[in-house]
């Protein structure tokens, strides 16, 4: 393999800098040549790419977003808009491809690995860290710590004031954004997609603590929970706790998604972008880099497509054992 191309795809996630940086680097070291995708897949459709020196990534591992930008492209599900993109590719002379970003951008490369054997290897960027076969993706960790520093600042203000607060934290159908921060920002209850809480159960959760002399109370919503949204379900249980109940709803949203990444999330995105592309060079396709248990694997894309990442039910129990 002489030239790659290197993209990233989907909602950016802190740390996804740090990945493009060492599969430029990593290009380099090995004498490859990588030219950088901009804006996903609608910069595959519409030629928009350069060539990326050892320079180019210069300054980038401590920086939030991406640089190669990014896009939900909606051209890319159709066969025109992949047929274009394997055309620029083709003219190009790009041999294989890194791919940065979540579920939807496997979901494209699997596709068009399938329609043209360009050979994909992935490594996880989303804040979600919704995917199976890695134990964490890049962002999540920084997410979390974004999180959980309004949630502090939130609980304060829930102290100072007795009230109950329903923080709504990112993560579409997945829970683990909401489950850690309801750990370490030490809330009363989680709620979360993959389990159903009913309101019933809300409600008794607060009475329950209010009985116990709490004056304030702090439950975290996941975004894609089966009751609504935070004020969806702060509106269900109104009235149904205390009538002189004062309560609030702070949506967190894409205040989570951005700035500096972590030192955890730096070092992940270095080890699986650098992994990803020594995937590639070593002749894997379709498949997206992870770490589990320490240790670099690859897991086909249809896998990390298809299997759901379960969510740690034991942590969900910790929870409310440590609101008591
Ligand atoms: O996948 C990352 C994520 O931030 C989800 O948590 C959220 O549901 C979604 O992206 C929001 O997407 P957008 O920025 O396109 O509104």
């Known amino acids: 393999m002489k030239r790659i191309g290197v993209f990233t795809s989907g909602g950016d ?28 897949y609608s910069g595959m459709i519409a030629g928009d790419v350069y060539k ?11 920086r939030g977003g991406t640089i190669l930008k990014s896009a939900r492209s909606k051209e890319f599900m159709t066969p025109e808009g992949r047929k274009k993109a394997h055309e620029n590719l083709q003219s190009l002379g790009i041999e294989g491809l890194v791919a940065i970003g979540g579920n939807g951008t496997f979901t494209g490369a699997m596709i068009f690995g399938n329609e043209y054997g360009i050979p994909t290897v992935g490594a996880p960027g989303t804040i979600d860290n919704d995917l199976y076969g890695t134990d964490y993706t890049i962002g999540f960790d920084t997410a ?5 520093d309004a949630i502090d600042r939130i609980r304060d203000t829930a102290s100072s004031h007795d009230r109950i607060f329903f923080i709504e934290v990112m993560g579409r159908d997945s829970g683990y954004i ?12 989680v709620m979360v997609p993959e389990v159903l809480t009913p309101i019933s159960h809300v409600v008794e959760t607060l009475k329950q603590g209010w009985s116990r002399s709490k004056s304030s109370s ?6 894609g929970d089966e009751e609504g949204s935070a004020q969806e379900v702060a509106d269900k249980i109104k009235g149904q706790v205390d009538e002189n109940a004062d309560i609030r709803v702070t949506t967190l949203g894409h205040i989570q998604r951005g700035g500096q990444p972590s030192a955890y999330d730096r070092i992940l995105a270095s080890r699986l972008g650098l992994g990803a592309l020594e995937g590639l060079i070593g002749g894997q396709k379709n498949v997206m880099a992870g770490i589990i248990n320490n240790d670099l694997v690859y897991t086909p894309f249809e896998d990390t497509i298809r299997l759901p990442k379960p969510i740690n039910e034991d942590l969900l129990r910790m929870v409310k054992i440590l609101s008591v």
């Open 13 to 40: 996630a802190p740390g996804m800098n740090a990945c493009i940086r060492a599969v430029v680097r990593g290009a380099v070291y090995h004498g490859i040549e990588v030219y950088g995708i901009r804006r996903g």
């Open 218 to 223: 702090i439950i975290i919503v996941a975004e």
């Open 52 to 62: 990326m020196e050892s320079h180019s990534v210069s300054n980038i591992v401590q």
């Open 178 to 189: 909401a489950v850690q921060c309801g750990i370490a920002g030490g809330a009363e209850l």
């Open 144 to 148: 979390v710590n974004t999180a959980l």
